[in-house]
């Protein structure tokens, strides 16, 4: 009895952690088995906040379905943090519209189960990504072309450039450093 609750306190303890700001939230950590439920819970908000190594994909596509029937989530990844594997590949992918900030990177790599690829999962997080916009190559091509080890990491430019970011309509913001082009998502550095 004990033992199934220090393990209970334990995986607690890794899940993905959600904290607000107004009508921001932050989730930080890996994603585990119940965060979605823990997700569905939050109240309406219209940013989501990613830093995290990624984690379970049927949760986060849990995640993704519920961030669909609310609508109008923004993703962004700030300067400093990291959304990796399911994190970038389906939560991220999953905002109306996705910011990926100068010093933020977002990072994709094949999908594994318990070390070895499963390129049916590859399929799924790519679908989920065409749903929104985001080409098919970017997801299932990257995912493909990693092994379940590596990651290949996208910092703003390069995310913008491969079809990740996602502007809404209205935004006349730029990143600080890259002068969007309306032309067919390309940018420029700017000095």
Request: aromatic share 8%; hydrophobic share 45%; net charge negative.
């Amino acid at each position: 009895m004990a033992f199934g609750f220090l393990l209970a306190a334990a995986t607690a303890a890794d899940a993905m952690i959600f904290t607000r700001d107004h009508l921001t939230v932050h989730a930080s950590g890996p994603i585990e088995a119940g965060d979605a439920a823990q997700f569905a819970a939050l109240p309406k908000f219209d940013t989501l906040e990613l830093n995290s190594p990624g984690g379970l994909v049927g949760e986060a596509l849990k995640m993704a379905a519920i961030m669909d029937a609310r609508g109008s989530i923004r993703t962004v990844v700030k300067p400093g943090s990291s959304c990796a594997s399911a994190c970038a590949m389906v939560l991220f992918v999953s905002g109306e519209t996705r910011i990926v900030y100068m010093g933020g990177r977002i990072g994709v790599h094949s999908c594994a189960v318990k070390g070895t690829a499963v390129p049916e999962c590859n399929k799924d997080m790519a679908a989920n990504a065409t749903a929104h916009g985001v080409p098919w190559e970017t997801i299932e091509g990257f995912g493909n072309d990693t092994t379940p080890s590596d990651m290949l990491w996208f910092g703003a430019e390069a995310a913008e450039c491969w079809g990740f970011m996602r502007w809404s309509a209205g935004d006349a913001t730029n990143l600080p450093g890259i002068d969007r082009s309306s032309r067919a998502g390309l940018f420029r550095r700017v000095p």
